[in-house]
């Protein structure tokens, strides 16, 4: 069975968590792209190429353990303005959506570029003072800091020329500024099994 779920949003409003627990939920895959543009920043950061970078990722590029820093995803979102990183990516994302057994897949041009005819597209979001207090829970540092971090990396994700970040017209969006997660899993789960029966 094919089955895609498109997973978009900004920073830190959920959408990892979301896609990991609906992965476990309905036994699919998950691929976080996030990580695949956090390790090659990581590599850029090393003195790598950006284009090579991208086209030679590795496992143990992914398994690296300073992925998740605040500085790993501005790092993330710098390189993921250039279209040779981002079409590097490409069909490597896109066999992952189309595996047997239904996929979860979570990013910021899922449902846009990447997954376009996936089943079901969600954009998941949240007030930015939410997002970064949940990232400055998740992660700790300067709250205020981080809340101009994810203001100017969303404003980064936004306004890039090659698949910007932006809802699909066809995406359910689900606005967890004032969810707890196990109200925002319920929500998105509800889609899937919608659209499975669908
Ligand atoms: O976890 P968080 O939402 O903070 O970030 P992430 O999903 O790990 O993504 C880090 C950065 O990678 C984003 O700010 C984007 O610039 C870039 N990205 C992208 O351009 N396209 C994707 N499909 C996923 C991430």
Do not use: W
């Amino acid at each position: 069975m094919i089955f895609t779920v498109a997973i978009d949003g900004p920073a830190a409003a959920g959408k990892g968590t979301i896609s990991r627990r609906l992965a476990d939920q309905f036994g699919f895959a998950h691929l976080d792209t996030g990580l695949l543009y956090r390790a090659v920043g990581a590599k850029v950061a090393d003195g790598a190429a950006p284009e090579i970078a991208a086209q030679n990722l590795t496992a143990a590029d992914l398994a690296r353990t300073d992925l998740r820093s605040h500085a790993a995803g501005q790092a993330a979102s710098k390189v993921a303005v250039i279209p040779e990183v981002r079409n590097a990516l490409v069909t490597f994302q896109r066999e992952f959506g189309r595996r047997n057994g239904g996929a979860v897949l979570d990013g910021r041009d899922i449902g846009t570029v990447i997954c376009p005819d996936a089943d079901l597209k969600l954009f998941v979001t949240a007030r930015p003072e939410v997002r970064a207090h949940r990232r400055y829970l998740e992660l700790g540092g300067d709250e205020a800091l981080i809340l101009n971090e994810i203001i100017e990396r969303d404003s980064r994700d936004m306004s890039r020329e090659d698949a910007p970040l932006r809802a699909a017209e066809d995406a359910v969006v689900i606005d967890t500024s004032d969810l707890d997660i196990e109200a925002a899993v319920r929500l998105a789960a509800e889609h899937v099994t919608a659209r499975l029966k669908g």
